[in-house]
């Protein structure tokens, strides 16, 4: 393989809800550093069925070019039709790396190109670098539950690939004056050779919990020792406007939905506010919420390693330290003008 | 009758494993070997999958000799063979070299019972990248259909399956051909408490044993280390931030002062009014 055929660094646009997906902003945030320590262009991938819009979406983010597949066959998203697509887009302009968002999609069809193109593919990335001269991928992850990092290299095949988990890296701030260029790309690629057909798509009428998103979390753990224990997080978040996070203890002791698990098997949250109650701090934990803006830690253990990870840490019982502190919200000065404000 | 294999691996149990602080290498000693716990709910599903339409379960591993053991908890849970490759030459694999060998062992085991249906786990908790499922249904050449959290039916005589893959905000309801390879969710069963016969056929059981020279023609160059197009350059401890402060006094005063503290961030909080 000569690996000097390949260049330029791209990054897979997911479409979620007719939009891009947030993490294929970061992507490109991070993909254009990279980038620019190589010299050479930012491209992102598009597939879809009447996704040409979005195309012009991404030059404000940092893309140069954007490779456009728009077709009545990759109306919903499947291995096989979208796989085909990176494969051949692959072969005609090879890349040198290409990064895909930690997503079910974005890992799903990482792993099935990744066979095919015979490449290295490192999962679940939260650090990137690149080597500015060999243009070597420095991929780094949490390894064996988070109990170490690694750095991953991919030295004799191209493209090199990643995953990248959601919330690790940062869109730039838009640019509407920058532009780039669209190329349109087309695939011979007929209903009866893909295998797969999607029925349906169900949305669950459940209200999606964006704990993502939110910029106040309260998080409870094993601590709050049962599923009625665990109510005082639901009333402490609902006073304070935040949303409910929680430890895989609390999820897996069935207290809470999955949904709201925070870590390194649940969510990576960035919120300006963390409030960790009774939870332990276990490294799985911790990776998925140590960038929060601040972290507050509620414990009755003054040796748990929560405080470790905290900017200020309380010593105590949740269920004294907690009623306290609500009471102390509801007289917060000027409060009403901002509850007004909400309503 | 439907044939069909579940891939299982032997991991540490990394939530109990201790590091080698020097050597940032695990203490392998320090933690027991089990059956990947996502594992477990790959073999389950294969096994109310035979109970609903008839049909034999396989497990197949890549691992040490000691993973004898996984596959006799396998035994337990209701799989009826299972099969151990293992060879110095499988060392080193990343998830490339690993859906090769066991995409081998897959194609030797239908030499002996053409298999239908390949189910994965979702994840492993050491290697923990969901890739080798995938990995395995393209060299097999059979849709991958990750993230699977119900199978609604399953039509050997017409040749297709459909199952729910999970989305974010919900599912999607898939039709395949059949053969497939799934790669399920934890949620998609529970494992219950093995039943004692096969308790007692596990405690005895032993598995088929296969070496590389065993699996036919195959190409050694794309095995264990060599076949592995990553590799790890660097390991170390993650960053432990370090603590802050600790507030003191009373309960009261500790609130307090978060207050206090707190206050510079209020245009976060909006306090709902206590309802009277
Ligand atoms: C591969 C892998 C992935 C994982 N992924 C995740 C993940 O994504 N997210 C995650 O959270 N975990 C994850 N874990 C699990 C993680 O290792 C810990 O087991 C888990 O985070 C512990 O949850 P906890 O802190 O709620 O429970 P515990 O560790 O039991 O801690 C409870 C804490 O509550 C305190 N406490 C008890 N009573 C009170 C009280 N009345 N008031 C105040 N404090 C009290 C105790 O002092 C203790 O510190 C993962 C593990 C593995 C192996
Ligand atoms: N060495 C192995 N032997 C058998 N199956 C494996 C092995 N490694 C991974 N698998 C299967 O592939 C799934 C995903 O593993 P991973 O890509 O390592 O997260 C696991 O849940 C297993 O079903």
Redesign the interface.
């Known amino acids: 393989m000569n690996l000097e055929e390949y260049s330029g660094i791209w990054v897979f646009l997911e479409v979620?809800d007719g939009q891009i997906a947030p993490v294929s902003l970061e992507l490109l945030g991070a993909g254009r550093q990279m980038a620019d320590k190589r010299g050479v262009p930012l491209a992102g991938l598009l597939i879809g069925e009447g996704v040409a819009s979005l195309a012009e979406m991404v030059f404000p983010y940092g893309a140069d070019e954007v490779y456009l597949y728009d077709e009545e066959i990759f109306r919903?998203y499947r291995?096989?039709s979208y796989m085909r697509a990176v494969l051949e887009c692959v072969e005609k302009h090879k890349p040198e790396i290409i990064l895909y968002g930690a997503?079910?999609t974005g890992?799903?069809l990482?792993?099935?190109v990744?066979?095919?193109l015979?490449?290295?593919?490192?999962?679940?990335t939260t650090m990137l670098d690149v080597n500015a001269e060999t243009g070597l991928l420095?991929a780094s992850r949490?390894?064996?539950?988070?109990?170490?990092?690694?750095?991953?290299?991919?030295?004799?095949?191209r493209p090199q690939m990643a995953t990248v988990r959601p919330k690790v890296m940062k869109a730039l701030p838009p640019d509407p004056n920058r532009t780039g260029q669209i190329i349109r790309e087309t695939i011979e690629l007929r209903e009866e050779d893909i295998?797969?057909?999607?029925?349906?798509?169900?949305?669950?009428t459940k209200e999606?919990v964006r704990l993502d998103e939110a910029?106040?979390i309260v998080a409870g753990g094993k601590g709050l020792g049962s599923r009625e224990g665990f109510e005082l997080i639901h009333r402490f978040a609902?006073?304070?406007?935040?949303t409910v996070g929680a430890s895989r203890d609390a999820v897996e002791a069935g207290w809470i939905d999955?949904q709201h698990q925070v870590g390194q098997t649940g969510v990576t949250v960035t919120p300006?506010?963390y409030f960790a109650i009774g939870i332990s701090g276990a490294?799985q934990h911790?990776?998925g919420m140590?960038n929060a803006g601040?972290?507050?830690a509620i414990n009755k253990d003054p040796e748990a390693p929560i405080?470790?990870?905290?900017?200020?840490?309380?010593?105590?019982d949740a269920f004294?330290?907690v009623p306290?502190?609500m009471e102390?919200?509801?007289k917060?000065p000027?409060?009403e003008v901002?509850?007004g404000?909400?309503i | 009758m439907l044939h069909i294999v579940a891939c299982i691996k032997q991991v540490?149990d990394?939530?109990i494993?201790k590091?080698n602080p020097k050597t940032?290498t695990?203490d392998r000693s320090s933690a027991p070997a089990i059956l990947n716990p996502y594992d477990a709910h790959a073999v389950e599903e294969a096994v109310r999958l035979k109970q609903r339409y008839g049909g034999v379960v396989s497990v197949v591993t890549m691992g040490p000799p000691p993973a004898v053991k996984a596959i006799r908890k396998c035994v337990e849970i209701g799989a009826d063979e299972g099969y151990l490759i293992t060879d110095r030459a499988f060392a080193g694999a990343?998830?490339?070299a690993t859906?090769y060998a066991l995409t081998k062992a897959i194609e030797k085991i239908s030499e002996i019972k053409p298999v239908d249906l390949v189910i994965c786990g979702k994840m492993t908790?050491?290697g923990?990248?969901?890739?080798v499922?995938?990995?395995i249904?393209?060299?097999l050449d059979i849709?991958?259909?990750?993230?699977v959290n119900k199978v609604v039916e399953v039509n050997q005589s017409e040749g297709y399956v459909?199952v729910h893959?999970?989305?974010?905000?919900?599912?999607?309801?898939?039709?395949?051909?059949l053969p497939?390879l799934f790669s399920v969710e934890k949620?998609i069963n529970e494992v219950p408490y093995s039943p004692l016969p096969n308790m007692l056929r596990a405690a005895r059981y032993q598995p088929v044993i296969w070496a590389v020279n065993d699996l036919g023609e195959i190409d050694r160059t794309l095995l264990g280390l060599k076949g592995?197009?990553?590799?790890?350059?660097?390991?170390?401890?993650?960053e432990?931030?370090?603590?802050?402060?600790?507030?003191e006094g009373t309960?009261?005063e500790?609130?307090?002062r978060?207050?206090e503290?707190?206050?510079e961030?209020?245009?976060?909080?909006?306090?709902?009014?206590?309802q009277v």
């Not at chain 1, 015979?118 to 679940?124: E, H, I, W, Y």
């Not at chain 1, 057909?197 to 669950?204: D, G, S, T």
């Not at chain 2, 893959?165 to 039709?175: A, S, T």
């Not at chain 2, 961030?265 to 206590?274: A, P, S, T």
Request: glycine share 8%.
């Open positions: 979620k919903d291995t096989e997503t079910s890992k799903d990482a792993s099935a990744a066979t095919d015979q490449t290295g593919l490192t999962a679940d420095e949490p390894a064996f539950g988070g109990n170490i990092m690694a750095t991953i290299l991919c030295k004799k095949h295998r797969t057909k999607v029925l349906e798509i169900v949305r669950e999606k910029d106040v609902e006073k304070i406007g935040a999955h300006k506010v490294i911790i990776v140590q601040l972290i507050i405080f470790q990870s905290s900017h200020y840490g309380i010593v105590g004294e330290i306290i502190l102390a919200f509801q917060m000027d409060k901002q509850y404000g909400k | 540490p990394t939530k494993i590091m940032n695990m990343d998830t490339l859906s908790i050491d923990d990248t969901g890739q499922g995938p990995g249904a393209r060299r849709p991958p259909l990750t993230n459909i893959r999970k989305l974010e905000d919900g599912y999607e309801v898939i039709r395949s051909t497939c949620e592995s197009p990553t590799i790890v350059a660097k390991v170390w401890p993650p432990k931030p370090k603590g802050g402060e600790r507030l309960a009261q500790q609130v307090s978060l207050m503290i707190l206050q961030k209020q245009g976060l909080f909006r306090v709902k009014e206590e």
